[in-house]
């Protein structure tokens, strides 16, 4: 992210506004097969953030269960209206951490993501910005996270409840 002020978002019909709170942990740009499907675009960039740090006005979005690589599935919730993706959580990060669609977001031009995964399926014609943490699966978060975000995700980790 290129700045550190509050970010908005919304869907496309304007029911649902929400904003972060915080700035988000990690931007993922991911290239798995599954993003690009269900997408249906060459890859999905995604800002994780704690839940909690979500603030919503309007209608509250609508949970659906779609399938996943894991095999463990992922809640996404849509706006029940325009059914635009607004983020959602996956099994291995569970309820308490929710992967914005960056897309939605009202500052998407400033979302610079901080690491591409999944890049052994990524299209042949998408081409990495020099420098960028491109991994071909996935990666280890000690090694990648700031150690501001290690240590939000350990404080939210830690939370009754």
Known sequence: ???????????????????????????????????????????????????????????SPAETLLPSASGKGQVVLR??????????HYSGAGRRFAFVRAGTLDGARNIVPDVHIFTGSALPWVAFPPGAKVFPEFYRRSDTWSPEALHRRDVELALEG
Do not use: Y
């Open 79 to 88: 706006c029940p209206d325009c059914h635009v993706a607004l983020w959602s």
């Open 1 to 59: 992210m290129r700045d550190d002020s509050p970010l908005s978002g919304r869907c496309s019909c304007g029911l649902i506004s929400f904003r972060l709170t915080d700035t988000p942990l990690v931007v993922h740009c991911c290239h798995c097969t599954w993003c690009q499907r269900e997408t249906g675009s060459a890859f999905v960039l995604n800002a994780m953030i704690e839940t909690r740090r979500i603030e919503t006005t309007g209608a």
